[in-house]
């Protein structure tokens, strides 16, 4: 982990932009994050302001000028080149919109690299928001210093996943039904965590994923966990033994 660096403070605004940073370039903002700069942070010219564009890290800014409706940002340094993010995918079947608000948020938080709902046969949940989820992540970027942000991509079908599934990386398939207690087996390497909804898998399909050589059932306890949670949990395992907590 790099120290984190003394200035700007800890409190600065932290802003993801799409544009490109480079030293010394002029970033125009507008709208939310033009608002929040100024009428809710109230910087004035001069402020210090950390941005990040997924692609060339984290820089240190400040306000240049602002406007009614926007404001203009200098890059000033760059604090931290673009962080390479252990290569984890969560797919999850979604969950009712403020559960899966916060099941995409943690996964942010926690590291994953890719977010992609699954649709399964007891999938409940039929128009997904693609666009709120992207800011969720947005959000959660933001406010846990991630310096790349994770991909999300659109739902598929169970059994399109399975079929089209990347032969080097493993599928670790949480099954409440059990399995081998995920802790035991989390590996660094291309991964994947699958998680039900919460009506379970069915039959065939549990049938269908157990059917993949990549797949790994997995087991997280005892007890049942709400589909949420499973995806928290085997998130934090596979971090903890395999990612980049150590
Ligand atoms: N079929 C269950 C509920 C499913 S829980 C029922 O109705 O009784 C939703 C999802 O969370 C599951 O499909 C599984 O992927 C995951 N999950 C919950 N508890 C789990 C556990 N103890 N071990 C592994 N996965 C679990």
Request: with cysteine.
């Amino acid at each position: 982990m790099p120290a984190t660096p003394a200035w700007p403070p800890q409190s600065t605004p932290r802003l993801f932009v799409e544009a490109r940073l480079s030293d010394g370039a002029d970033v125009r903002i507008e709208g939310g994050q033009a608002h929040y700069l100024s009428n809710v942070m109230r910087l004035k010219e001069g402020a210090p302001v950390k941005l990040f564009d997924d692609q060339t890290g984290e820089w240190l800014a400040e306000v240049a000028a602002t406007g009614k409706r926007d404001m203009v940002l200098r890059v000033v340094a760059q604090l931290r080149p673009r962080e390479d993010v252990p290569d984890l995918w969560l797919l999850a079947a979604p969950v009712k919109k403020a559960r899966l608000d916060m099941v995409v948020e943690k996964a942010c938080e926690l590291g994953v690299a890719l977010y992609r709902p699954v649709i399964t046969r007891r999938t409940i949940i039929e128009r997904l928001n693609m666009d709120r989820l992207r800011a969720t992540m947005v959000e959660a970027a933001e406010q846990c210093g991630r310096t790349a942000l994770p991909r999300i991509e659109e739902a598929v079908k169970l059994p399109a996943l399975l079929r089209d599934w990347p032969a080097d990386r493993t599928l670790y398939f949480a099954d409440e039904e059990g399995g081998v207690p995920f802790a035991e087996v989390a590996k660094a390497g291309p991964a994947a965590i699958l998680i039900g909804p919460e009506g379970g898998f069915d039959t065939d399909e549990r049938a269908a994923i157990k059917a993949l050589p990549q797949a790994v059932g997995v087991s997280l306890g005892p007890r049942i966990l709400r589909a949420e949670t499973a995806a928290i949990a085997a998130l934090s395992v596979w971090m903890a033994k395999a990612g980049d907590w150590s």
